[in-house]
């Protein structure tokens, strides 16, 4: 069994109908820490060795976020800049997170579609994620295929409900050891793992 | 009416003090200068207010001396004595040594005998402590290079006067008995082993009674809350080491200044300082008025070149044996300039000194007359010198400042950047954080058992009333960056404030404030950073209270942050509308009254139905409006 730590961030929870669905959904899946950032240091504080431990203790690291202008929101920087600290995370002597998986569970307001060169967003969301694939490179990680919910925007509340069950089987499935993460490094997107369409609509 | 009713004459001191010394200050000239001209000019030789009464005058205030030893040795910790013992015995010694060997030669050369030539060198070899010390710390000279040489100068000339009052009867040849020409003292009788063991039990005595006796005193005292008992200890303190001293022969003012550093550790420091100050300004004062009047004129008149001539000449004397030793302890130029200026005179021991050899009949009468006349126009000239020094040498050097001689600052005592003035649960919180922080602070505190717990903490805590503007003086309010206001009187707190608006408008205040009425008063005087003692902690309870209800911590913290600003709007508002009003005094219903505006006031905008940064909901609107267009 893999073990899954996953680290939340959203500044304004009270406002998202998708991560709202997402957490319930997840709710009470054993063998799954869930972290909670925004809960915990609501200053931005951050315990850098509870952190560390948590790492320590997990497999597969997925960063489940809004993608707030094209990245994460404010405590996810933080957390990165605090946490992955020199001689422990990367440096010669910085090898504990060394064989461990990193990837980010996105929501994203626009359609699929927006994220081509002929869209709004001109870029795949997998190239503005590189700023974490390298951070997992060169913290001897192995940066898996992002998992990614389109077109929140324009979800209701039934559209919430399916992307969050299938939210649910993914997690499942990768601390099962029915994906593994081997698997998903060959693949672009985590949202082929499940043969399910990216796109609801 | 009497004119020599003490009344009478203590108008007469006091009126001279008040009318001469601003004016030599408007001018530039110095307080000590103003003294001595008042002297002067209600002296004998012009208005003749004061005869011959002077010379009794002189010698009470020759006390103010003692206690500027007194304060003095407090600023001194023993460690730093310590450091300065090279500049002390050192320069000190030669300084001592040179300017007597060259003024004995000249009197010798002079047609003096051998021994009063020894006597003249000695006695003229000395530099007034009062004037000297005085001036630096009016131009606030004290702390640069030539000022501290100057300090250790006179420090080892103050001891130098014991060997010499020994030395004298022998130079005499016996023309008198030791024993008539002193006060009594309980060392006469007794055989040397004797007399060195009463010098050294008076000294003992002193530093136990200081490190021991004091501070407990000084509790019961604090414990009694009558103030006019701190400032009667502090003078008793100064008294009774003067009287034991004289009772063992030893000078007062040594033993005042070993008293002052056996004290310098102490929390009442501060406490003592700012009582004893006054005294000490006064009968400095005092003395120099004496000085002034003690200036025979008409000696002067008969034989001006003479005189001014011994004046000039002792002075050059000096200040080339200074100049000499200021280059070989590596003065820069023009800090050895102002050495040499400063000591260049002729001190008050020196008529002390005069009136003893004159009764073991070592230097004639009218010599002694003459010399007289002679130290007190070079102590009148000091502050002269020093004027000239400051508006004609200084200015010629400024532009070597930058690499000159200010030493480091800390040399005579730290100076924190940041006093504390009330060290309660409110003040505390914040001076452990400072200190935690590595900020050096000053505590200023008015409840006597917690400064004693606390100094048995070993932080350091000073007993005293903030609102005094001498014990902020006494706490380094001149050189300090913040003042902390935590005191818990509402109206200690105002005074404290306006005290420091007042005289020390560079520092910076943070002050905590109780009730919101607190607050308006704080906001009408002009305070910026006021802090409400309860805020902080009432609204961290109330995000805390948020949570447990299931609100969202970031939420939660940030609601409070919202609540906490939109509060302080309001209550500048408030304050604004009762300044039209001119309402000063708030009743009981008014008091509600703004509690009620304030409620009104409290319909808080959340952010998060406000904001539209993070999930924002009109950009869902939008796109779901132009899907269906």
């Known amino acids: 069994m893999a073990r899954v730590l996953i680290n939340f961030a959203h500044p304004a929870l009270e406002k998202s109908r998708v991560h709202q669905q997402l957490l319930a959904a997840i709710k009470g899946v054993k063998g799954i820490t869930f972290n909670d950032l925004y809960e915990w240091y609501p200053d931005l504080d951050i315990d850098v060795a509870r952190e560390q431990q948590l790492l320590e203790r997990h497999d597969i690291i997925l960063l489940q976020h809004p993608f707030y202008w094209y990245s994460a929101p404010a405590i996810i920087k933080q957390w990165m800049d605090l946490v992955l600290e020199h001689g422990w995370a990367y440096g010669h002597t910085g090898k504990a997170l060394q064989g461990k998986y990193l990837s980010n569970i996105i929501s994203a307001g626009s359609a699929e579609s927006g994220y081509h060169p002929e869209g709004k967003h001109q870029y795949p969301v997998r190239e503005f994620l590189l700023p974490f694939s390298q951070t997992a490179a060169l913290c001897n990680m192995q940066y898996l295929a992002p998992y990614v919910i389109y077109g929140v925007h324009r979800m209701d509340i039934e559209d919430v409900r399916g992307a969050a069950q299938h939210y649910r089987n993914l997690l499942e499935q990768l601390r099962d050891d029915k994906i593994t993460p081997e698997a998903l490094t060959r693949l672009t997107y985590m949202n082929e793992a499940l043969q399910l369409p990216s796109q609801t609509r | 009416m009497n004119q020599h009713s003490l009344l009478f004459q203590s108008m007469v001191y006091l009126a001279a003090a008040i009318v001469f010394v601003p004016l030599a200050k408007k001018m530039g000239l110095g307080a000590v200068l103003g003294y001595l001209i008042a002297g002067v000019i209600i002296g004998p030789s012009v208005m003749g207010f004061i005869g011959k009464e002077g010379e009794d005058i002189m010698h009470f205030a020759e006390f103010g001396v003692v206690m500027m030893l007194f304060l003095i040795g407090m600023e001194l910790e023993p460690t730093l004595l310590w450091r300065l013992r090279t500049s002390i015995l050192g320069l000190g010694g030669l300084q001592v040594l040179g300017s007597?060997?060259?003024?004995?030669?000249?009197?010798?050369?002079?047609?003096?005998?051998?021994?009063?030539?020894?006597?003249?060198?000695?006695?003229?070899?000395?530099?007034?402590?009062?004037?000297?010390?005085?001036?630096?710390?009016?131009?606030?000279?004290?702390?640069?290079?030539?000022?501290?040489?100057?300090?250790?100068?006179?420090?080892?000339?103050?001891?130098?006067?014991?060997?010499?009052?020994?030395?004298?009867?022998?130079?005499?040849?016996?023309?008198?008995?030791?024993?008539?020409?002193?006060?009594?003292?309980?060392?006469?009788?007794?055989?040397?082993?004797?007399?060195?063991?009463?010098?050294?039990?008076?000294?003992?005595?002193?530093?136990?009674?200081?490190?021991?006796?004091?501070?407990?005193?000084?509790?019961?005292?604090?414990?009694?809350?009558?103030?006019?008992?701190?400032?009667?200890?502090?003078?008793?303190?100064?008294?009774?080491?003067?009287?034991?001293?004289?009772?063992?022969?030893?000078?007062?003012?040594?033993?005042?200044?070993?008293?002052?550093?056996?004290?310098?550790?102490?929390?009442?420091?501060?406490?003592?300082?700012?009582?004893?100050?006054?005294?000490?300004?006064?009968?400095?004062?005092?003395?120099?008025?004496?000085?002034?009047?003690?200036?025979?004129?008409?000696?002067?008149?008969?034989?001006?070149?003479?005189?001014?001539?011994?004046?000039?000449?002792?002075?050059?004397?000096?200040?080339?044996?200074?100049?000499?030793?200021?280059?070989?302890?590596?003065?820069?130029?023009?800090?050895?300039?102002?050495?040499?200026?400063?000591?260049?005179?002729?001190?008050?021991?020196?008529?002390?000194?005069?009136?003893?050899?004159?009764?073991?009949?070592?230097?004639?009468?009218?010599?002694?007359?003459?010399?007289?006349?002679?130290?007190?126009?070079?102590?009148?000239?000091?502050?002269?010198?020093?004027?000239?020094?400051?508006?004609?040498?200084?200015?010629?050097?400024?532009?070597?400042?930058?690499?000159?001689?200010?030493?480091?600052?800390?040399?005579?005592?730290?100076?924190?950047?940041?006093?504390?003035?009330?060290?309660?649960?409110?003040?505390?919180?914040?001076?452990?954080?400072?200190?935690?922080?590595?900020?050096?602070?000053?505590?200023?505190?008015?409840?006597?058992?917690?400064?004693?717990?606390?100094?048995?903490?070993?932080?350091?805590?000073?007993?005293?009333?903030?609102?005094?503007?001498?014990?902020?003086?006494?706490?380094?309010?001149?050189?300090?960056?913040?003042?902390?206001?935590?005191?818990?009187?509402?109206?200690?707190?105002?005074?404290?404030?306006?005290?420091?608006?007042?005289?020390?408008?560079?520092?910076?205040?943070?002050?905590?404030?109780?009730?919101?009425?607190?607050?308006?008063?704080?906001?009408?005087?002009?305070?910026?950073?006021?802090?409400?003692?309860?805020?902080?902690?009432?609204?961290?309870?109330?995000?805390?209270?948020?949570?447990?209800?299931?609100?969202?911590?970031?939420?939660?913290?940030?609601?409070?942050?919202?609540?906490?600003?939109?509060?302080?709007?309001?209550?500048?508002?408030?304050?604004?509308?009762?300044?039209?009003k001119k309402q000063y005094l708030v009743s009981m219903r008014e008091r509600i009254e703004e509690m009620e505006k304030l409620i009104a006031s409290d319909r808080i905008k959340t952010w998060l139905d406000e904001g539209q940064g993070w999930d924002a909901s009109s950009i869902r609107d939008e796109v779901r409006g132009e899907a269906e267009s």
């Open chain 2, 100 to 580: 007597a060997a060259a003024i004995a030669g000249l009197a010798y050369w002079l047609g003096q005998p051998f021994n009063a030539s020894l006597a003249l060198g000695m006695i003229l070899s000395l530099s007034s402590t009062a004037i000297v010390l005085q001036t630096l710390n009016e131009k606030g000279w004290m702390q640069t290079a030539a000022g501290q040489s100057a300090f250790s100068v006179l420090l080892f000339q103050d001891i130098a006067v014991i060997p010499m009052l020994a030395i004298f009867p022998l130079l005499a040849n016996g023309a008198a008995s030791t024993a008539d020409l002193h006060e009594p003292s309980l060392r006469d009788n007794l055989p040397a082993w004797g007399q060195t063991l009463v010098v050294l039990g008076a000294v003992a005595a002193i530093v136990v009674a200081g490190r021991y006796l004091v501070n407990p005193l000084m509790r019961i005292i604090a414990r009694t809350r009558v103030r006019e008992l701190f400032t009667a200890t502090a003078l008793l303190m100064v008294v009774a080491i003067a009287v034991l001293m004289n009772l063992v022969g030893l000078s007062s003012a040594l033993g005042a200044f070993l008293g002052g550093v056996v004290l310098a550790n102490s929390e009442y420091r501060h406490e003592l300082e700012s009582d004893i100050e006054p005294f000490k300004g006064l009968l400095l004062g005092l003395f120099f008025i004496a000085v002034g009047a003690s200036i025979d004129f008409s000696l002067i008149k008969e034989e001006p070149l003479l005189i001014f001539g011994l004046v000039l000449g002792l002075m050059v004397i000096k200040g080339v044996v200074l100049t000499i030793l200021g280059k070989i302890f590596k003065l820069s130029t023009d800090q050895n300039l102002l050495f040499a200026f400063a000591l260049a005179d002729i001190g008050e021991f020196a008529f002390v000194l005069l009136a003893f050899s004159n009764q073991v009949r070592l230097i004639d009468g009218r010599l002694s007359a003459m010399l007289t006349a002679i130290v007190a126009i070079s102590m009148a000239l000091t502050p002269l010198i020093m004027l000239l020094y400051e508006k004609v040498i200084q200015p010629r050097f400024t532009r070597q400042i930058p690499h000159g001689d200010e030493r480091s600052s800390d040399e005579i005592h730290e100076k924190n950047p940041v006093i504390i003035a009330g060290f309660g649960r409110f003040g505390s919180m914040t001076g452990r954080f400072l200190r935690a922080n590595g900020i050096k602070c000053t505590i200023l505190d008015m409840d006597s058992d917690r400064v004693d717990a606390l100094h048995n903490l070993g932080i350091k805590v000073y007993y005293g009333d903030a609102s005094r503007y001498d014990l902020l003086v006494a706490a380094g309010a001149a050189d300090a960056k913040l003042l902390i206001v935590a005191t818990d009187q509402s109206e200690q707190t105002r005074q404290i404030v306006e005290l420091a608006q007042k005289y020390f408008p560079h520092l910076q205040l943070l002050v905590r404030a109780q009730q919101v009425e607190d607050t308006f008063e704080l906001m009408d005087q002009g305070v910026l950073h006021i802090y409400r003692e309860t805020v902080d902690t009432s609204l961290r309870m109330g995000a805390d209270a948020l949570r447990m209800l299931g609100v969202r911590a970031y939420h939660s913290e940030r609601a409070a942050r919202t609540f906490f600003r939109q509060d302080e709007r309001t209550l500048k508002g408030l304050s604004a509308m009762r300044d039209d």
